[in-house]
């Protein structure tokens, strides 16, 4: 182990040379600002290298030192098991003969006339096999205080080697650093523990230990904000660069910095999403059956497409949050300046997906809108894990109302951040969406408006906050058709219209999805549905209502 590591810190020595050269050299021919920062990336680059070679070579010599304290050990060891095995032999041979000494004493003393010479005889004969005896016993004792002594001993080197390989010339930042120092550190220290820390230690970091993902979820957004803005810019892009997945994740970091962790994340799924799409197309070929594969693929390449849209050096998608193992999904649309006013966060309803991201279709009236308010507005198409995919768990208190404790701290985390700590917030759910949106203001979210789009119902604690305004845009659709049913089978009746949203009348439907009469049950729940969608669409048929909501936004 100590060989392979000097040779690999060979290797990298020989790399940092290398990189060293083509900084120096590179300006003989090249004059332009990117030849400076080609040069000054490569010199950083050089100096991260130094830290991971003079580590390695850190910890080769530790194992060089252990080997030979090891080697020494196993000659020490081999002489003793040789000494116990003598001294155990000659313990064998001793009782053995202390078991045949005196024999004849019992005979003589039987006698008529006890034969005193045969007795003391046999008795010196017995005080001589039990010193034999006790002096085998003591050089056994000897050999096993010697092995207790090998035992501590090679304790001690196995502690010091292992400490050495720990130290901070052998780790840097990752010296002491422990599955149980990080269960035990708060979210805030923590955050400065890595603030100090390259982008190398980083990466390694998150991968010997990814529960550092979770416990820095638990840290404020406020806290993260200030924690964030005392950082240099090069602290940023090694955080950036080194823990995307967390940066691009942690509330209370400014946006465009999210935006940027997130091209790197979106990057890496992208590399998956590759080796996913060659591995089963070449299983569709070898299985003779093409097509048999054809809608997974799609599947595939719908997010690939997505995906390259948010990445490259002049993105058109802007991921605010990008997990898709965890289902989660946040694209920012708009760029937070000194002139944002108004902030939209647009909760889809039920069904949603990160699916429905690929498409486009999600995005439409938040794009809209945005668009009407131009650099002072910012919105954000939010879906943060599981969103309901059933009546059933639409229509359900909990499910809402731990989804609002979630979107809470999404708005705080916005609320924190110094381009975004002035603004409007407005909060715009479609169908359970609103559900959503009223749950997080039972978690402590103040929006200063809240549109419903045709939203299905708010929480039975929920009440209007005094300085927020709310209003209801809809259509008379399927939902709303429910929402009047007897005993109330829609969140128990506490629907928009019913617990005190602003509304005008519903918003007449275009002739492709009016009921007429004699159409049928199912035109009708179709139309309905349609209805139902619309509101959340940006067609002609629906510009009515989107010049409402924008005037509604704006409304001072």
Known sequence: MAKLRSSRATKIRDAQQALRAAASGSGAEWKAMSQTAFAAKLSKDAA???LLAAGLEAQAAALQTYAGQLSQLKDRQRVLEQQRSSAQMAVGLARVKLLTAGAAEPTAMKAELP????VAASRRETA???TVVDDADARLRAVDAQWRQLVKDRSSIDSTCAAALQAE????????LSSARIAGTSPSALLDLISSMSENDLKILLTRHPELAKALEKA???????????????????????LPSIVGALDGVPALSRVAANK?????RIDTLEKAIAHWQKLAENAGTPHRFDERIAELNKELKYLERATGADPTVRLYLYDRGRDRIVEMIGTPSDETKNVITYVPGTFAAMDDFFGGEVQKVAKYLQQQGGAGTVAFV???????????QANDQEFALAAGRQLNRFTAGLSAQPLLDHVQQVGMGHSWGLANVTAAEESGTHWGKVLSLS?????????????TRYADFSYEDVLQDAQHLPGNPVWSGRNPRDVGFEHGDYYPPPAALQNHPLNGIVESVRNGLGLHNLIAGTSADNRAALRDMKSFIEEQ
């Not at 010339?169 to 002491?176: D, E, P, Q």
């Open 382 to 392: 939010y879906k943060d894990g599981n969103f309901p995919q059933s009546i059933p």
């Open 220 to 242: 404020n957004p406020d806290q993260v904000a200030r924690w964030w803005g005392a950082l240099s810019s090069s602290q940023h892009e090694a955080l950036t660069v080194g």
């Open 455 to 467: 939203g299905a119902g708010v929480p039975t604690a929920w009440e209007r906050a005094p300085h």
């Open 169 to 176: 010339t052998a780790l840097g930042g990752l010296a002491g």
């Open 128 to 130: 001589a096999a039990q």
């Open 264 to 268: 790197m994340n979106a990057q890496e």
């Open 115 to 118: 034969d005193t010479d045969a």
């Open 48 to 50: 991260d290298i130094e």
